[in-house]
């Protein structure tokens, strides 16, 4: 098993910049392929970008339009997410998973972090 913990989501400008971390442990992290997910008030939880094993495989969200960026370290277990040009619909509690094939889905993800808030205003 792995447990994950997010941490750096907060109260932004449209505009701004946030890097959301997720710190693992438990089972070795190189292991999993790691995602990004969020979710907004009233709606499914919906995939952002996720990363494969091998740091150069990455797949984003249309809607993230190269604003956002995935990464992972794997010496120190964690998985990051920039996110720069913010905009008031990118406001979710964003999530850490983790999976153990390279997929999109939401059921691909055995295990997720308890979330972090992300809030930007216009």
């Known amino acids: 098993q792995v447990q994950l913990v997010e941490s750096g989501g907060g109260l932004v400008q449209a505009g701004e910049s946030l890097t959301l971390s997720c710190a693992a442990s438990?089972?070795?992290?190189?292991?999993?392929?790691m995602g990004w997910f969020r979710q907004a008030p009233g709606k499914e939880r919906e995939f952002v970008a996720i990363?494969?094993?091998?740091?150069?495989?990455?797949t984003y969200a249309r809607f993230v339009k190269g604003r956002f960026t995935i990464s992972r370290d794997n010496n120190r277990s964690r998985v990051f997410l920039q996110m720069n040009f913010l905009k008031p619909e990118d406001t979710a509690v964003y999530y850490c998973?983790?999976?153990?094939?390279?997929?999109?889905?939401?059921?691909?993800?055995?295990?997720w972090g308890q979330g972090t808030q992300v809030t930007v205003s216009s």
């Open positions: 990363i494969g094993q091998v740091e150069t495989t990455t």
């Open positions: 438990g089972r070795s992290f190189s292991d999993y392929v």
């Open positions: 998973a983790a999976a153990t094939y390279y997929h999109t889905g939401t059921q691909a993800y055995a295990y």
